[in-house]
């Protein structure tokens, strides 16, 4: 194998363990941040810029770059933080609810 294909491997796997922590990481919530999404989806653009030369020859790299630019459509896509606003929203008024009977009821009761 040539240091050239050694490299390029190289650089592949970089970049697939790369976008997989970060699918992983917007999955579970830790890219919450709009202006934080933006930045990274911005790295994203980026890397697939320095992808784009192995696209033609290497099938890996093509669907690295294919998925690369699903991830960075959906960090751009504002639909989930939206719903975790409003899920975020609905668990607060149900708790108010929740708080304002126990308050009503009063200690007597709470406690038989």
């Known amino acids: 194998m040539k240091q050239e294909d050694v490299l390029h491997s190289d650089v592949i796997n970089y970049f ?52 690369a630019e699903a991830l960075r459509m959906e960090l751009l896509s504002v639909r989930s933080i939206i719903a975790k606003q409003l899920l975020k929203k609905e668990k607060q008024s149900l708790l108010q609810a929740i708080f304002m009977r126990k308050k009503r009821r009063g200690p007597d009761e709470l406690a038989g």
């Open 16 to 67: 697939t363990t790369e976008f997989a922590a970060l699918e992983e990481r917007l999955k579970s919530g830790g890219l919450d941040d709009y202006r934080e999404r933006v930045l990274v989806s911005r790295k994203i653009s980026e890397a697939v810029h320095l992808l784009s030369p192995y696209v033609r020859s290497d099938p890996r790299a093509r669907r690295l770059v294919k998925d």
